[in-house]
């Protein structure tokens, strides 16, 4: 008696269920088309424009008489713009020396701090995060009343100079400034690097210096940045403690000589353009790996 041969089963056609490659991008919903995305741009920067094209415009007008002229743009390197604008150039100069102090408090006070509770009470992180996150809250307006009775014993200590007023920017840059190194602090292997630096004998300030600093080199430059952009663009803050800063001798020239004030006004737009450009080279650029 043959012993029965089961006939082979042909196979069944199933779904594969096998991983894609990892370098496989995986496309969820409809991608805008180039059209759509050259259109949202227009859109976008004709939005920022043409307010500037305004201001520009506005800086050759003579007047009410109808025509243009270059007067206003030459009038700034005249003879008689060094007294007239005097006010002015102070102005500006009080408000880069309160920029260069803003930046030293972030730089001297919230970095360390940062990358201290990033390495050894990592459980702070969110309450240190929420801390300084707070006054982008809190309106301006809001802060000067917190902050008046405070400036009143400054006034008493350090005098009423404009640089003062550098304490209240530390606090209003605080989140810009905290995003942009903890971004940075996230990126980078913190504990790693301080691990073998103090293992190799290295203390602290050490550590913090030549290892920590160089690798978070684009958050602090880029946190640096936008404190220098908001300390250039800030007036409430400055009007109501009755501080002379850029913004604040804007509107005073205003009243006289409106195009002068614009034409500032529009190299104060220009600088914060720059940086905000640099910030995003900054973002942008990766370190170069070597090939193996």
């Known amino acids: 008696m043959s012993a029965n041969?089961?006939?082979?089963?042909?196979?069944v056609e199933t779904v594969s269920?096998?991983?894609?490659?990892?370098?496989?991008?995986?496309?969820?919903?409809?991608e805008p088309s180039a059209l759509t995305r050259r259109l949202i741009l227009g859109i976008i920067g004709a939005i920022f424009l043409i307010p500037v094209i305004a201001m520009?415009?506005?800086?050759?007008?003579?007047?009410l008489a109808g025509d243009y002229t270059v007067g206003h743009w030459t009038g700034l390197f005249s003879e008689d713009s060094a007294r007239t604008y005097?006010?002015?150039?102070?102005?500006i100069g009080n408000s880069l020396v309160l920029a260069a102090v803003t930046v030293g408090i972030v730089l001297v006070l919230l970095l360390p701090t940062m990358v201290l509770v990033h390495m050894q009470f990592p459980r702070l992180k969110r309450t240190l995060e929420f801390i300084c996150i707070i006054p982008i809250t809190v309106p301006a307006i809001v802060l000067v009343v917190g902050l008046a009775p405070i400036y009143s014993v400054v006034v008493q200590v350090?005098?009423?100079?404009?640089w003062t007023l550098a304490f209240a920017y530390g606090i209003t840059v605080l989140p810009y400034a905290y995003r942009?190194?903890?971004?940075?602090?996230?990126?980078?292997?913190?504990?790693?690097l301080s691990e073998a630096a103090s293992t190799?004998?290295?203390?602290?300030?050490?550590?913090?210096?030549?290892?920590?600093?160089?690798?978070l080199r684009r958050g602090v430059l880029a946190a640096s940045f936008i404190s220098i952009a908001v300390v250039l663009g800030e007036f409430t803050i400055a009007s109501l403690l009755n501080r002379r800063n850029l913004q604040t001798a804007l509107l005073q020239v205003s009243q006289s000589d409106p195009w002068v004030a614009v034409?500032?006004?529009?190299?104060?737009?220009?600088?914060?353009?720059?940086?905000?450009?640099?910030?995003?080279?900054?973002?942008?650029?990766?370190?170069?790996?070597?090939?193996?």
């Open 86 to 91: 005097r006010g002015l150039y102070q102005a």
């Open 180 to 192: 942009a190194i903890q971004s940075n602090l996230d990126a980078i292997p913190v504990t790693t």
């Open 263 to 292: 034409i500032f006004a529009l190299f104060a737009l220009a600088l914060a353009f720059v940086l905000l450009l640099i910030i995003g080279r900054l973002g942008s650029a990766t370190p170069s790996r070597r090939k193996s």
């Open 56 to 63: 520009i415009e506005f800086t050759f007008r003579n007047g």
């Open 17 to 30: 269920t096998r991983a894609k490659p990892a370098n496989q991008a995986v496309r969820i919903g409809a």
């Open 200 to 215: 190799l004998g290295a203390g602290w300030l050490t550590v913090l210096w030549t290892i920590l600093l160089p690798n």
């Open 5 to 11: 041969v089961a006939a082979p089963v042909p196979p």
């Open 158 to 162: 350090l005098g009423g100079s404009t």
